[in-house]
C-alpha cells in the first residue's frame, strides 16, 4: 500500500495491479529530504495503517490518521498531537510516527517549532490501539533531532505445526508458507522464505514461488531431505521436511545398429503394401539409402 496526497494505493505484489482509495478531506504530502522516512506507517498487529496529516511538503499537521485496510475506512481524527496552544507549537520531526510491532502502541517524536534553541524542546509520547494519548516522556533539553523510533528485536520466528514434517509426492505438491510462521516483533509477510538445502535433487525438485508457496515435484522414486530457512530480521529458524516421492520414469535410449534398421524396415513394408506399386518401389530405395549409411 503507498500513498500519495489525497489518496492510497494498494498495488498487488504480484501483479503490480492497483487500486485507490480517496482520502476524503485531508492529505500527505511527502516529506523533504532523501534521508526522511515518511511518517506513513503500518501495524502487524492490525489490519491498520497510520500517517499524519499535510498541510505543506514543509509543514505537518497536528492530526494522525487512521486507514482500517480490512473494511477501508479512513479515521481522520483518530488522535492529535498535543501541544497546540500557544505561540511555539508541538511539531513532528523526522519520520516521527511508527507503530510498536509487539504492542501496537503508535510511538510519536515531536520538537517545538520556531527552528533554533526551540529544537532543543524535545517529547516522545505513546498512543494505545485505541488512539488514547496513554504517556509523554519529556527529554532533556538538547539538540536531539530525532529521526526515527527503532524498536529491539526480541522474538525469534515460530514454525506452525501445521508445517508437516514428512509428505508423499506422487505429482506436483504445493505448501502455502504464508501463514505457516509467525513472529511477534514483525509481520508474517515480512519474513523471508529459503530453501537451504534438497539432499537429493535428482528425487524431487523444490521451488518456492512467487506467492510464498512450497513447491515440491518428483522427478524419479526415492526420498529427499528438504531443509526451510525463515529469516525474520536477521533471526533464523529451520524446518525439515522429508519428501517421499513415488514418481516413476521410463528409461529412453536411442540405438542405431542393424536391428533398429531391420525394425524400421519392416514396419514400414507394411506400411507401403497398402499403396500402389509406385510408391513401394520410390519407398525401397529410401529404405537402401537409409541402410547404406547405417554400415
Known amino acids: 500500500m503507498g500513498i500519495q496526497e489525497q489518496k492510497l494505493v494498494n498495488i498487488n505484489p504480484t501483479t503490480f495491479a492497483t487500486q485507490d482509495y480517496n482520502i476524503p478531506t485531508t492529505k500527505y504530502i511527502g516529506d523533504w529530504g532523501a534521508w526522511n522516512a515518511g511518517r506513513f506507517t503500518a501495524s502487524n498487529k492490525e489490519n491498520a495503517l497510520y500517517w499524519i496529516n499535510s498541510i505543506s511538503a514543509w509543514a505537518s499537521g497536528a492530526q494522525i490518521v487512521r486507514f482500517d485496510v480490512t473494511a477501508k475506512t479512513f479515521n481522520e481524527n483518530f488522535a492529535a498531537i498535543p501541544g497546540q496552544t500557544g505561540q511555539f507549537k508541538q511539531i513532528p520531526y523526522g519520520a516521527a510516527l511508527r507503530v510498536n510491532p509487539v504492542t501496537g502502541e503508535l510511538v510519536l517524536n515531536t520538537t517545538e517549532s520556531g527552528y ?3 529544537f532543543q524542546k524535545n517529547w516522545i509520547h505513546t498512543y494505545n490501539m485505541a488512539g488514547t494519548l496513554t504517556n509523554t516522556k519529556v527529554l532533556d533539553d538538547y539538540y536531539w ?22 509428505v508423499t509426492a506422487g505429482g506436483t505438491t504445493t505448501i502455502d508458507l ?41 522427478l524419479a522414486s526415492g526420498t529427499s531431505d528438504i531443509v526451510l530457512s525463515f529469516n525474520s530480521n536477521g533471526k533464523l529458524v529451520e524446518k525439515m521436511l522429508t519428501v517421499n516421492s513415488t514418481a516413476s ?15 524400421r524396415t519392416r514396419l ?11 510408391y513401394r518401389i520410390f519407398l525401397f530405395m529410401m529404405l537402401q539409402a537409409e541402410q547404406s549409411m547405417h554400415r
Open 116 to 118: 533554533g534553541a526551540h
Open 178 to 218: 504464508k501463514s505457516i510462521v509467525s513472529d511477534a516483533d514483525n509481520m508474517e509477510v515480512s519474513v523471508v522464505k529459503s530453501i537451504k538445502s534438497n539432499s537429493n535433487p535428482a528425487v524431487v525438485s523444490a521451488t518456492i514461488n512467487t506467492n510464498d508457496e512450497l513447491v515440491l515435484s518428483p
Open 268 to 278: 514400414l513394408t507394411y506400411f507401403i503394401s497398402k499403396h500402389r506399386r509406385k
Open 145 to 166: 533531532f530525532p529521526s526515527i523510533a527503532v524498536f529491539t528485536n526480541n522474538s525469534v520466528p515460530v514454525v506452525s505445526n501445521t508445517l508437516p514434517s514428512q
Open 249 to 263: 520414469t521410463l528409461a529412453t535410449a536411442e540405438v542405431k545398429n542393424s536391428n533398429s534398421v531391420f525394425i
